[in-house]
């Protein structure tokens, strides 16, 4: 097993998503899960303090990746996708936490996935084995077990990022102290499934455009409809596509230069086996085993995961179910990052039940239910 900066080692350069690491930010750590040599791209801010009792785990959604902050590096600059969240004074504050964020298991920005070369060679491509979202948490657990973590100060994630999250509390309760899952379930359920499973036999009949199709139908879960009649109503183009048709070309076309198909495939089917509850006698009895201080927070317009669906983790972890208020749906949990910064201000200030507005770290927009 082998950890750290990794001279020279990058996926191989080809599409736009196998480009490397524009920034030199990234690291690399190799390790083994039974049956699987992994390699996990991670970032990090901040440092460890010589107790290694002030990481924090950051995990990201399907088509994010390990940058979660952004910058204007020596290379060109990269936003990250929760900017605004972490850095000096901002509600993770590296000057106190030292933060890591891996690129997950299946994934397509440096960690094995079906791009990555098997044992024999060859890249993975179809024949990379089906991986669950357990398996995901177990080889972020071989990187901190490789960086010296014992226990995570916090586990932070929403969407897929948030089954991991939850997925950590449970199976490895001793090493999460606490816990934010934002716009996420505790299992996935018929209707993800089935909306998974429109995106998948796009995917499978033609990799690319079926890529394109798959972003459209996800994309549409992730915004609601009252913004979208509200952005684009009826409106036409002068080409003749309605604009909300080319707000998903738009979309689709940024998906399909930025990711891996069979990435997508491999993370969705991840996605659709996510229910923590099973082989532990159900959700209830999984939550039970959480001993994290936890944060539970949903979006109010999230078609896609509904309020009710943070209302049941909330309620199995006894703790009130948080509501951050957005038109944006789904995406809230991106784009609301002064709402989820303030519960994340919160969480890592060690009072997740605390009074609303008490102190620097109270609430800023977002609700109990
Ligand atoms: C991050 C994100 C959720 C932010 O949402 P947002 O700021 O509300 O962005 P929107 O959904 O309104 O999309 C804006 C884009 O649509 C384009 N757009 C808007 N109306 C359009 C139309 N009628 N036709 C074509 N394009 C249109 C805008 O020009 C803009 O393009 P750009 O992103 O290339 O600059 C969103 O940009 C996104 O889904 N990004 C994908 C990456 C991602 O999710 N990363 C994080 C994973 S953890
Ligand atoms: C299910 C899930 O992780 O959704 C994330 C949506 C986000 N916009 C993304 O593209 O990752």
Not at 131 to 138: F, I, L, N, T
Not at 248 to 271: G, I, W
Not at 362 to 368: D, E, K, V
Request: proline letters at 7%; hydrophobic letters at 40%; charged letters at 20%.
């Amino acid at each position: 097993m082998s950890v750290g900066p990794t001279a020279g080692e990058t996926p191989p350069a080809a599409g736009g998503w196998r480009e490397g690491d524009p920034n030199g930010r990234r690291q690399w750590f190799r390790g083994e899960l039974p049956g699987l040599p992994v390699r996990i791209a991670y970032e990090t801010w901040g440092a460890l303090d010589p107790q290694r009792s002030n990481a924090v785990l950051v995990l990201h959604a399907l088509t994010g990746d390990s940058h979660v902050v952004g910058e204007a590096g020596p290379g060109h600059p990269t936003p990250g996708w929760w900017d605004g969240l972490i850095g000096p004074g901002r509600p993770v504050d590296t000057r106190r936490w030292f933060v890591v964020a891996p690129n997950v298991l299946g994934g397509c920005q440096g960690t094995t996935g079906p791009w990555a070369a098997a044992p024999d060679g060859r890249p993975w491509g179809a024949r990379f084995p089906r991986v669950s979202v357990r398996d995901q948490v177990a080889a972020e657990a071989l990187l901190a077990d490789a960086l010296g973590i014992d226990a995570w100060a916090a586990v932070l994630g929403g969407s897929m990022g948030g089954m991991r999250a939850l997925e950590w509390a449970v199976s490895l309760p001793d090493r999460v102290k606490s816990l934010l899952v934002l716009a996420a379930p505790a299992a996935s359920t018929a209707e993800h499934i089935a909306l998974a499973s429109a995106q998948l036999h796009a995917i499978r009949l033609d990799p690319v455009r079926g890529m394109g199709v798959a972003r459209r139908i996800a994309h549409l879960s992730y915004r609601s409809a009252p913004e979208l009649e509200a952005r684009f109503g009826r409106d036409r183009q002068a080409d003749g596509r309605f604009a909300v048709e080319s707000y998903l070309d738009h979309h689709a076309d940024k998906l399909v230069r930025r990711f891996d198909p069979e990435s997508y495939a491999v993370l969705t089917e991840a996605m659709n086996g996510h229910d923590v509850g099973a082989g532990r006698g159900g959700v209830r009895a999984a939550l039970g085993r959480v001993t994290a201080r936890s944060v539970v927070a949903g979006i109010d317009s999230d078609r896609l995961y509904p309020l009710a669906q943070q209302a049941e983790i909330a309620e199995g972890l006894g703790v009130d179910l948080r509501v951050v208020s957005s038109p944006f749906g789904h995406d809230g949990f991106l784009i609301e990052v002064e709402q989820v910064g303030a519960l994340v201000a919160e969480l890592l200030a060690g009072d997740p039940g605390g009074d609303p507005g008490s102190g620097a770290a109270g609430l800023q927009g977002s609700r109990r239910a």
